[in-house]
Each structure stands twice: as structure tokens, then as C-alpha cells.
């Protein structure tokens, strides 16, 4: 089955605790990308990959890395988690740019940062 | 950059009735155009998407319209039914500009049996 996976759907951690949000798709997809979803903000893009080794910044990257090593693999990386990262977090792979095409979403990882 | 505004932010109908959820965009060179639905506990997923060289564009009960003059484009939902009751997003890119699909910040739909 073509999928977009995250781990792990629920996450409760404190502040300053390096974690990673693993996202794996199975579908060859060059791009891929990590929104957060806020109330009443909708969804917001963190980063997107173009294509193995090729990131860039979103609109709201500030706190957070990315990798990809790996063209079926995008973890996102938060370093020194802060409250403010509380959210729910969806990655998002397609097979065209992403602009053209449409986003496949894994199920989403809610983090809480205390 | 693009900036999408979505309305309503909250709909409510009664089981049968039609729903329209409506959004504008600013970049006159968007020209892809997808709607979301994102149910309970689980991520957005494609519903239905339209491109520039087309007016409107149905698939059974859900039908997307769109205006490039005015730069708006709607959700139409013909004899909703229960099951349809989820949180609904649009968005809007520019294959020629920055690799960020903008959305808009989502319509709650509900309908009541």
C-alpha cells in the first residue's frame, strides 16, 4: 500500500531535549516535506526536499533540521525543543516539485514540549 | 509570496443540504489548485484539484469552480452526508515561483443527519 509513515503519532517531551520525527514514504517520490498544524493557522511548511541532499527552508524553519539522506526517508530534527514547538506535525511527500502535483500525508506526530 | 484566505472557517448544514467552502488567492501565476479533507486523527488527503486551463471540474457529489480573473476558486458539496463532516483546506501554487504550496487555514464542516 502506498503510504507516508510517521513515528511516532504521539510524542510528550521537555524542553531542550534533542528529539527526531521519522517520515519514511514508499512511493519513489523526489519531494517531500514537514508541515505543522495549528488552530487556526492551518498548515504551515517547516521544510521541504527536493531530492536527495537537497532542503530548504519553509515559511516557519526557524527551531527546526532536516536530512535527507535517503530519497524514501525525511526526519525532522528539533535540537532544543521549546513550548512553542507544540503542535501537530505532518510530513507530506508528492511526485512532481509539489506544486503541480498533489501532497500524500502520513497520519501526523503530536508533540507536546513541557 | 502567495496568501490564500478560506472561507467560511466554520459551516454547518444539515444531512442533504450543499455545502460551499470558497478561497482567493493573490498570485495571478498560481495555476494548481488541490482541496484537501483531513478527518479525525489523520492526515490531509487529496479530494479533488483543478489547473488553470480549466473552469470547473466534478467527481460524483464534489464538484471545485474557478475564477482566474477574480482569482478565487470554490468547493461545492452536493447532498452532503454525515461521513463528509471533517475539516476541508485549499491551496494554491506557482510552479514558477518558490517550492512553498501555500494554504488556506482550513473550513470545519459539519453536517448534521
Known amino acids: 500500500e502506498a503510504q507516508v509513515t510517521q513515528n511516532p503519532r504521539y510524542l510528550i517531551t521537555v524542553t531542550g531535549k534533542k528529539l527526531t520525527v521519522t517520515c519514511s514514504q514508499n512511493m519513489n517520490h523526489e519531494y517531500m516535506s514537514w508541515y505543522r498544524q495549528d488552530p487556526g493557522l492551518g498548515l504551515r511548511q517547516i521544510y521541504y526536499?527536493?531530492?536527495?541532499?537537497v532542503t530548504d527552508k519553509g515559511d516557519v524553519p526557524e527551531g527546526y533540521k532536516v536530512s535527507r539522506k535517503e530519497k524514501r526517508n525525511f526526519p525532522l530534527i528539533l535540537e532544543s525543543p521549546s513550548p512553542n514547538q507544540t503542535s501537530l506535525y505532518f510530513c507530506a511527500s508528492s511526485w512532481g516539485t509539489g506544486l503541480e502535483s498533489p501532497l500524500h500525508f502520513g497520519n501526523g506526530t503530536r508533540l507536546t514540549v513541557t | 509570496g502567495e496568501n490564500v484566505e478560506q472561507h467560511p472557517s466554520t459551516l454547518s448544514v444539515q444531512e442533504g443540504d450543499s455545502a460551499v467552502i470558497k478561497c482567493t488567492y493573490s498570485?495571478?501565476?498560481?495555476?494548481?489548485f488541490p482541496w484537501y479533507k483531513q478527518e479525525l486523527g489523520k492526515g490531509p488527503q487529496l479530494i479533488i484539484d483543478?489547473?488553470?486551463?480549466?473552469g470547473e471540474k466534478k467527481d460524483q457529489r464534489i464538484a471545485v469552480t474557478l475564477n482566474k480573473t477574480a482569482k478565487h476558486f470554490s468547493l461545492h458539496i452536493t447532498e452532503t452526508q454525515p461521513e463528509d463532516s471533517a475539516v476541508y483546506f485549499c491551496a494554491a501554487s506557482n510552479p514558477g515561483g518558490s517550492y512553498i504550496p501555500t494554504f488556506g487555514r482550513g473550513t470545519s464542516l459539519i453536517v448534521h443527519p
Open positions: 526536499s527536493m531530492n536527495v541532499e
Open positions: 483543478i489547473r488553470s486551463n480549466v
Open positions: 498570485d495571478s501565476a498560481s495555476n494548481y
